[in-house]
Each structure stands twice: as structure tokens, then as C-alpha cells.
């Protein structure tokens, strides 16, 4: 098959242009209003009833002829004769004359010849006798028929996204149903690696994530969205599966088998089938997007990485939703916030996911494929073609995805326990980047975290964490002294180990390059092969697997359980909570490196207190200890 290079990528302005001028006609269905949250109304909605249909009373009190009260005051109230009670949704009949009153609850029918309400806090009942202590003016504490909605009133507007407001407004005025826009969304997504969620994983596969993150995307925009589920890389299947998606629904959504890659033939359909308006938009991510007509139905074939899929989705696929909708996005707010680092650019014009915290824009593009970048990101910022760096304090626009709360601080380092009861304990949420204690050096001294959690040894005796701090030539933070940690050797329960010598022999899964906890392994290695008199290296080439890498002790724990693994090095604290046995080792030293300029934030100083207080002390698991450093700040190196 013949590669397709993408030699002319259709500029973002020309695509967005394009986009505006596609418009899938939807059809129109009555639902029950109960069933029609989130749609969009496909007409005028005008009141077949006066709301309230009768002059109702706002107060419980009693109905009167206000001329009747005019005179009454404090020292002489006027008295008044009952001669009635009328509750709420009371059908009889009843009238008020001169110097009557009839008691009445509040959402009451109004008696005849009554024009007002006193409130039962202006009065006094003694047997029928009602005495009134306060003038009322007419028509006070009463709500006219038709006053609240008048019969005939138009009450929502075509093109409305009902919520519960609208629902509210709905069964007010007695309407059991309403007619909605029916735009169905077809989603198929290609690739012979994808399988369905909820089944188990073999060999080389992956779970197809695109096409729920994408159902979700068209149902926030007002679509329906209609899986098809996982098509083959077989130009036969996906041909049929298009063609019966394109019958059935008004537009089409494919991911996957845009790119100019063997066996990518999306785009080949498109182009043989109908009409392609364009293919790649010289854009970063996901370049590879084909927009086309076929029969008539729009069609757009999204990349198969799920971050560039739903990038390009909020880019270019929800306009055309609204669009055909009728509707203006809700729900893509714009925040203005500064950049709280540097970021590179240049030569094509990019979606960049940033997350932000307290106002401050922070990059969170991982390698491009990765999973988390959609959920530590909290929006996007475009960066033009012809802007090569945005400055760290340069002022962005940022369009945040959906609802997204965002985080109060921002954490770059090594997963503890210690941390998310930190989180857990100040009531605050952090975004947490859980990757490595050099991770959290680096993103200190890059200033793209407000903290860092950091256990890095330097020598047997050397103090932890302060070398490293010393050797990066941080400035401008603060290293925190944090809390002790047991650690140990990882293993299911029974395993015949008795230290770090029985190693070889097993298979030992290491934490990833960069960690401390890897760092305090290596140094209690090298602790034992000086004493065999033997170099660390020729201890741990016999060790199976000392050059694995895996990111979290959590991870290490679950290999170790699902015996991927026999051993593993860590806390005491995550081999408990997994239930594996623990040998003990040492105890290293994890702390927080804090950015100064951020150290007066409320945030940070709740951070800081939590860290200090006894509910935090006694609240961590068996094996991490707080010490009489704890809480000690650290500011030159
Ligand atoms: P493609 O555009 O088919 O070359 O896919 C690009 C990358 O996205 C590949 O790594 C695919 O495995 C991945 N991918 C494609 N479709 C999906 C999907 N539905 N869910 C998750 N990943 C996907
Ligand atoms: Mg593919």
C-alpha cells in the first residue's frame, strides 16, 4: 500500500473556517422530562398555564380586607371574627367580609372578597377571635394568578441544554414532555491492538479508551453519542462498519488510522467513499486529522492517541456538535493565568495541557501516548506557530476541560503514603506527579512544582536529600525535614529470604532509575559488598532484574502479589497495606523541598502545620515516624 505523506497540512485557521461550514441536520425526539437532562430543546417552550393558577397565599397567617387593619398597632390591635381555615391545595369555596378573617397557610387559594394576608407573627388567636397588631397594604403576602408565569408566556428558548432548572420550569407548567434534538454521534475506533475494557489483557494489546472518553466528549457537547465499538485494521470491516454508522447516525467519529502508517487506511476510505476536506492540520498533537463528507454525513477521523484525540475532539469536532446543535459551548470556560515555568514551542501552532494551580499554569505533556496527561491536565493553551517560548510569568489564556476542580498545590516526587495523608489531613487537594525524587529535584529547581517530596541518600552517613540540593545548586527553596521511613525487603508471605545477600536467586523487581528509594538500595548494597570485599557491581549482575524500574512502591507491591516478582525493595508502610511480608533494612529520611516564593501561600503554610501537628504524627501507618526534625527548614545549602 502506498504511504501517504503529509506534505500540505491545512493551516488551524483554514481547518477552523472549514468547520464552521459544516452543519449535520439533527432529527427531533420527545422524551420524558425526566429522561431529558443534557439536551437540547428543539423548540420554543410557552406556558399552557397560569403559574400560580389561583391567587395563592406566600404566608401562613390569615386572609383579611386590608381596609380592615389599617387603624390596628401594637397597644391596639383591631379584632377580627374567624370564620374559617383554609389549607394548602383546599378546594372549597370561602369568603371574607367586612371585619372577618379566614386563618390560611402558606400555597392557599386566596377566599373570595379577601385582599390581603397578615403574617401569624403580626397576630394573636384566642379562641375565633383573631386579633391583628399590624396594617397590611392590599394584595400583601398574596401572589397573583399568572404573576410568577403567565399562560402563553414563552418559558425556555429553542436551543436551550436543559439542566434541572429547565426541569424545574417544565413540570411547573405541567408539561410531561419535551421535544429535543436528536444529533446521533457514531464513534468506531480502529486498531487490532484495542480490546474492550473489562476484559483481560493479552499480549500486545491495549485498552480502548477512545471510544468512551469520546461517547463522554459527545454527550457533554448535547450529542448522542452511539458506540460501535472496536473495528480491525481490515479495509472490509471498516468499510462495512462506516457505511452502517453513516446510515444510521449524522456524524461519524473514528480514531485511530489517520497517520501515514502501513495498514492505516481510514483515510484511504474516506478519500475513495467521499470526500476528504482535509487531511492533517498542522497542528501539535494530532496532526493526523481527516475531515470529510460522505453521503452527505460529516466525517472525521481523530488520531488514535487518546490525548490528541480529545484535544482535537474540544478543537474541532464539539464546534461542529454546536453547530448542528444550535448551541454555544457551556461548559469550555476560559481562565487568564500566568506561566508558572518556560515552556518551548515553535513550527507548528500546538494544544498545549497545562494544569493550574492556584493561577498558575504549569505544563503537563508527558511523552506523547501517555494516559495521565488527560487527567493531571486541567485545560489547553494554544501557542501560535511563530512563538518559539512563552516565558515563565507571561500571562495565558487557558481553556479548561469540562468541570475540573482545580488542585490547591502542585507535588513532583516519590509516592508516600506520608504525602496523601499530608493531602488527606489539610483537606486540600494536590497534583500529584508521582515519579521520582530526582523528579521533584528537577522540578524545583525548573520551578514547574510548588513541592517536591524527596528521599535521595548521599553516603552511609551523610545526611539525606541535602548533597543532592547542594550538588543541583538550588536556590531560592527551602528543604523541609519531613518524617523516617522503615524500609525493607518486599516479599509474599513464606518466601525463604533473610537479607539483602539471598537477592540472587530471586526475581527482584528495582524501583525506577531516579528514585531514592533505588538510591537507598544501591548504598546499603554497597555497604554489603564492601563487606564481602567485592565491588557493588559484581554483587548485583547476579541479581535478576536489579535493572527494572518500577515507578511507585504501590507497583512494586501489586508485581510482588500477582507474583510477576518474588522481592522487591520498600516501605514497610506499602508492603503492610498490600498484606506482603517485610524484612527491615533501614530507615531513610523524606522531606519536602518547598519553592520560597511560594512559602507565604495560605496553602503552604496549612502544609507546613499539618506536617507539624500531632493528628498528622499519629495518624501514619507502622513504619514512618515523625522526629524531632521534623518540621525544621533548611535554607542555604
Ligand atoms: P494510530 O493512529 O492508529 O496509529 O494510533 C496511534 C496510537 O494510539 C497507537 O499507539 C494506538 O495503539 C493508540 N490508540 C489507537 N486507538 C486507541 C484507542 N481507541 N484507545 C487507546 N489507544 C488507542
Ligand atoms: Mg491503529
Known amino acids: 500500500m ?23 441536520r439533527p432529527g427531533i425526539q420527545t422524551l420524558t422530562i425526566e429522561n431529558s437532562a443534557g439536551r ?52 372549597d369555596s370561602f369568603f371574607v367580609n367586612d371585619g372577618e378573617t379566614a386563618e390560611i397557610s ?74 429535543v434534538k436528536e444529533l446521533l454521534v457514531g464513534i468506531i475506533s480502529t486498531g487490532n491492538e484495542l480490546i474492550e475494557p473489562g476484559n483481560t489483557l493479552g499480549k500486545g494489546l491495549i485498552f480502548d479508551a477512545n471510544s468512551y472518553a469520546i ?76 475531515i470529510g463528507m460522505i453521503e452527505g454525513v460529516p466525517t472525521i477521523g481523530l488520531p488514535g492517541n487518546p490525548t490528541s484525540a480529545l484535544s482535537i475532539f474540544n478543537e474541532f469536532v464539539a464546534p461542529i456538535i454546536h453547530n448542528s446543535l444550535g448551541t454555544t459551548p457551556s461548559f469550555r470556560t476560559k481562565v487568564r493565568a500566568v506561566m508558572g515555568t518556560g515552556i518551548r514551542s515553535g513550527g507548528r501552532e500546538e494544544l498545549f495541557p497545562v494544569g493550574v494551580v492556584r493561577g498558575r499554569a504549569y505544563p503537563a505533556d508527558k511523552t506523547s ?36 476542580r482545580s488542585p490547591d498545590l502542585m507535588y513532583v516526587g516519590g509516592q508516600c503514603p506520608g504525602i496523601d495523608l499530608l493531602e488527606e489531613t489539610t483537606g486540600m487537594v ?54 523516617k521511613r522503615e524500609m525493607g525487603l518486599i516479599f509474599r508471605q513464606g518466601t525463604r529470604i533473610s537479607g539483602l545477600e539471598d537477592l540472587a536467586g530471586l526475581r527482584f523487581l528495582n524501583r525506577n532509575r531516579g528514585s531514592g528509594t533505588r538510591a537507598v538500595l544501591e548504598m546499603e548494597l554497597g555497604l554489603l559488598a564492601k563487606e564481602k570485599g567485592i565491588t557493588r557491581n559484581e554483587l548485583t549482575k547476579d541479581i535478576d532484574g536489579y535493572n527494572s524500574g518500577s515507578k511507585t512502591h504501590r507497583s512494586v507491591c501489586d508485581a510482588i502479589k500477582d507474583g510477576r516478582a518474588d522481592v522487591g525493595f520498600g516501605l514497610r508502610a506499602a508492603a503492610r497495606e498490600a498484606g506482603l511480608g517485610f524484612l527491615p533494612v533501614t530507615e531513610d529520611e523524606f522531606d519536602l523541598l518547598i519553592r520560597e516564593d511560594v512559602l507565604d501561600v495560605p496553602e503552604i503554610r496549612l502544609l507546613l502545620k499539618t506536617l507539624t501537628s500531632e493528628e498528622f504524627s499519629k495518624s501514619l501507618p507502622p513504619g514512618m515516624r515523625t522526629y524531632e526534625r521534623t518540621g525544621e527548614m533548611i535554607s542555604s545549602f
Open 2 to 24: 502506498e504511504r501517504k505523506e503529509f506534505r500540505e497540512l491545512t493551516p488551524v485557521k483554514e481547518a477552523r473556517k472549514l468547520i464552521s461550514r459544516i452543519i449535520a
Open 40 to 91: 437540547i430543546l428543539a423548540e420554543d417552550i410557552f406556558s399552557p398555564v397560569d403559574v400560580p393558577a389561583f391567587n395563592r397565599s406566600v404566608k401562613d397567617g390569615y386572609a383579611i380586607r386590608a381596609k380592615d387593619t389599617y387603624r390596628a398597632s401594637e397597644p391596639e390591635p383591631m379584632e377580627l371574627k374567624m370564620t374559617a381555615s383554609i389549607p394548602a391545595g383546599c378546594a
Open 106 to 179: 402558606t400555597g392557599a387559594p386566596i377566599p373570595e372578597g379577601a385582599d390581603a394576608v397578615v403574617m401569624v407573627e403580626q397576630t394573636k388567636q384566642i379562641d375565633s377571635t383573631v386579633f391583628i397588631y399590624q396594617p397590611v397594604y392590599i394584595n400583601e403576602n398574596i401572589m397573583k394568578a399568572g404573576s410568577d408565569i403567565m399562560k402563553g408566556e414563552r418559558v425556555l428558548r429553542k436551543n436551550t441544554r436543559i439542566g434541572s432548572r429547565e426541569i424545574g420550569v417544565l413540570a411547573s407548567v405541567g408539561m410531561k414532555e419535551v421535544p
Open 215 to 290: 461517547a463522554a466528549s459527545v454527550e457533554e457537547a448535547g450529542g448522542i453519542p452511539k458506540i460501535y465499538g472496536i473495528i480491525p485494521d481490515d479495509w472490509k470491516l471498516m468499510e462495512e462498519a462506516l457505511y452502517r454508522a453513516i446510515r444510521e447516525c449524522h456524524i461519524v467519529l473514528t480514531s485511530g488510522s489517520t497517520s501515514a502508517g502501513v495498514g492505516d487506511i481510514m483515510y484511504m476510505i474516506i478519500e475513495e467513499k467521499g470526500e476528504t476536506l482535509t487531511h492533517g492540520i498542522a497542528i501539535k498533537p494530532g496532526k493526523p486529522v481527516v
Open 369 to 404: 501516548g501517555a494516559i495521565t496527561t488527560l487527567s493531571d491536565a486541567d485545560g489547553i493553551i494554544e501557542i501560535k506557530a511563530e512563538t518559539e517560548y512563552i516565558e515563565a510569568g507571561s500571562p495565558v489564556e487557558i481553556t479548561m476541560f469540562g468541570n475540573v
Open 430 to 483: 494536590f497534583r500529584m506527579l508521582n515519579m521520582s525524587s530526582s523528579a521533584g529535584f528537577t522540578a524545583i529547581a525548573g520551578a514547574t512544582t510548588d513541592i517536591a517530596g524527596v528521599n535521595m541518600p548521599a553516603d552511609p552517613d551523610g545526611e539525606y536529600n541535602l548533597p543532592t540540593a547542594r550538588k543541583m545548586n538550588l536556590s531560592g527553596t527551602l528543604l523541609v525535614k519531613g518524617y
